[in-house]
């Protein structure tokens, strides 16, 4: 495989710590002028990736009529988020409650508010806050909702020692097929900070989904996959973004691929599904020869990874073999891995030609929230209105 570890301790810096950072880094003074990268957000109910303003947006028309969420230094949180370099803006946004009470808890700190509309909370923070704050907000006829925000500092982080148990415990839970126990997880790590505990269950999480979907439990091995990706969506470790990614390419949540290291086979995949056709990949090396990624994944998954890489090669009859083969995979009648499989069929048919295969693809897609106007605008020549 891709050497994620090497990849990351490589990059320490443009990584950050072991959390994602809700604050751009700034650029060197020597560096050339040049567009900068697009923040790519996470929608905190349906994980789909947006760019910069659209989330606000997709939460207001697809998840209203009634949400709240936290926006802070102008990033909106799932539930975790770490300013690196201190709270700048904690901003709670109502949709659809007149108002609600907020508790604001810290190390020796402590204060409830009631209110109404958007409001920024930084105000009610002492001044250079640092460390855990807790933001509940209970809104006047719904359930609370909880936020963790880290400010300037972060708590201890034993990520060695627990990568090491979580692949020695997924792999004995797998050799065994016995079903994941999260006690037993929990118990051969003793005194798990709230992070720790969060990252462990995660990979708990994820574990258990595929246990459930080798047990043809396949409705709550969807929940729990949903889950595992919540649990581990902040954490910025190889081993969380290898299992990231797996999860990203099963959910159709692409926008975690930026994070496989730009060497893998996998940033092939980043590219073709987060990138306008035509787009090109060259790959860097060979090394990955059976699983691209650093964590478990299932077997569809990994095959999809590597046609994916071969539609950017120079072997037409193998990328060919390889989608005809996916094709029939039982896997692939997945929705998501059905979408997946008419994009390559749609882009392949439509490089090569052939107008009428492609059409056939793509009318498949029109309706596709991610990939529906580019089946329109090949349909009809322009896109979806």
Same mark, same amino acid.
């Given at each position: 495989?891709?050497?994620?570890?090497?990849?990351?301790?490589?990059?320490?810096?443009?990584?950050?710590?072991? @959390?994602?950072?809700?604050?751009?880094?700034?650029?060197?003074?020597?560096?050339?002028?040049?567009?900068? !990268?697009?923040?790519?957000?996470?929608?905190?109910?349906?994980?789909?990736?947006?760019?910069?303003?659209? @989330?606000?947006?997709?939460?207001?028309? =697809?998840?209203?009529?009634?949400?709240?969420?936290?926006?802070? #230094?102008?990033?909106?949180?799932?539930?975790?988020?770490?300013?690196?370099?201190?709270?700048?803006?904690?901003?709670? =946004?109502?949709?659809?409650?007149?108002?609600?009470?907020?508790?604001?808890?810290?190390?020796?700190?402590?204060?409830?508010?009631?209110?109404?509309?958007?409001? +920024?909370?930084?105000?009610?923070?002492?001044?250079?806050?640092?460390?855990?704050?807790?933001?509940?907000?209970?809104?006047?006829?719904?359930p609370t909702r909880q936020f963790t925000v880290y400010a300037r500092s972060l708590p201890e982080f034993r990520r060695d020692d627990l990568d090491s148990l979580i692949r020695q415990m997924g792999e004995e839970d797998r050799r065994t097929g016995a079903m994941p126990d999260v006690g037993r997880w929990r118990g051969r790590i003793g005194n798990l900070g709230a992070l720790e505990q969060r990252y462990l269950d995660g990979f708990f999480e994820y574990t258990h989904s595929f246990y459930l979907e080798r047990q043809g439990q396949l409705r709550f091995a969807k929940q729990h996959f949903e889950d595992?990706?919540?649990?581990?969506?902040?954490?910025?470790?190889?081993?969380?973004?290898?299992?990231?990614?797996?999860?990203?390419?099963?959910?159709?949540?692409?926008?975690?691929?930026?994070?496989?290291?730009?060497?893998?086979?996998?940033?092939?995949?980043?590219?073709?599904? +987060?990138?306008?056709?035509?787009?090109?990949? /060259?790959?860097? !090396?060979?090394?990955?020869?059976?699983?691209?990624?650093?964590?478990?994944?299932?077997?569809?998954?990994?095959?999809?990874?590597?046609?994916?890489?071969?539609?950017?090669?120079?072997?037409?009859?193998?990328?060919?073999?390889?989608?005809?083969?996916?094709?029939?995979?039982?896997?692939?009648?997945?929705?998501? #891995?059905?979408?997946?499989?008419?994009?390559?069929?749609? /882009?392949?048919?439509?490089?090569?030609?052939?107008? =009428?295969?492609?059409?056939?693809?793509?009318?498949?897609?029109?309706?596709?929230? @991610?990939?529906? #106007?580019?089946?329109?605008?090949?349909?009809?020549?322009?896109?979806?209105?």
């Amino acid at each position: 495989m891709a050497d994620w570890k090497d990849f990351y301790e490589d990059n320490r810096e443009s990584w950050g710590q072991y @959390l994602d950072s809700l604050d751009a880094k700034k650029r060197p003074r020597e560096a050339p002028k040049a567009a900068p !990268s697009p923040q790519v957000q996470f929608c905190p109910l349906c994980h789909g990736a947006f760019i910069e303003d659209g @989330l606000a947006g997709h939460i207001r028309s =697809v998840h209203g009529p009634q949400h709240i969420y936290l926006r802070v #230094n102008g990033r909106i949180i799932r539930d975790l988020g770490w300013a690196e370099q201190g709270i700048s803006e904690l901003r709670l =946004v109502e949709l659809g409650f007149s108002d609600a009470t907020v508790e604001l808890t810290a190390a020796g700190f402590r204060k409830e508010l009631h209110v109404s509309g958007n409001e +920024n909370l930084r105000r009610s923070l002492p001044s250079r806050f640092e460390g855990e704050l807790t933001v509940r907000v209970t809104p006047s006829s719904a359930p609370t909702r909880q936020f963790t925000v880290y400010a300037r500092s972060l708590p201890e982080f034993r990520r060695d020692d627990l990568d090491s148990l979580i692949r020695q415990m997924g792999e004995e839970d797998r050799r065994t097929g016995a079903m994941p126990d999260v006690g037993r997880w929990r118990g051969r790590i003793g005194n798990l900070g709230a992070l720790e505990q969060r990252y462990l269950d995660g990979f708990f999480e994820y574990t258990h989904s595929f246990y459930l979907e080798r047990q043809g439990q396949l409705r709550f091995a969807k929940q729990h996959f949903e889950d595992a990706f919540g649990f581990l969506l902040p954490f910025r470790t190889p081993l969380a973004h290898s299992a990231q990614c797996v999860l990203g390419i099963r959910m159709n949540c692409f926008g975690v691929l930026a994070r496989a290291p730009s060497d893998s086979v996998v940033a092939a995949s980043d590219k073709f599904f +987060n990138e306008p056709f035509p787009a090109e990949w /060259r790959r860097a !090396s060979d090394r990955d020869t059976e699983n691209p990624f650093m964590t478990y994944a299932d077997e569809f998954t990994i095959r999809l990874v590597f046609v994916t890489a071969s539609f950017y090669g120079d072997d037409k009859s193998a990328f060919e073999a390889g989608l005809e083969a996916l094709s029939f995979h039982p896997s692939a009648k997945d929705q998501n #891995n059905e979408d997946k499989l008419a994009l390559l069929k749609a /882009r392949s048919h439509r490089r090569c030609g052939q107008v =009428v295969e492609a059409c056939r693809a793509y009318e498949l897609l029109r309706y596709h929230p @991610l990939f529906g #106007n580019e089946a329109e605008e090949y349909l009809h020549g322009k896109p979806r209105e």
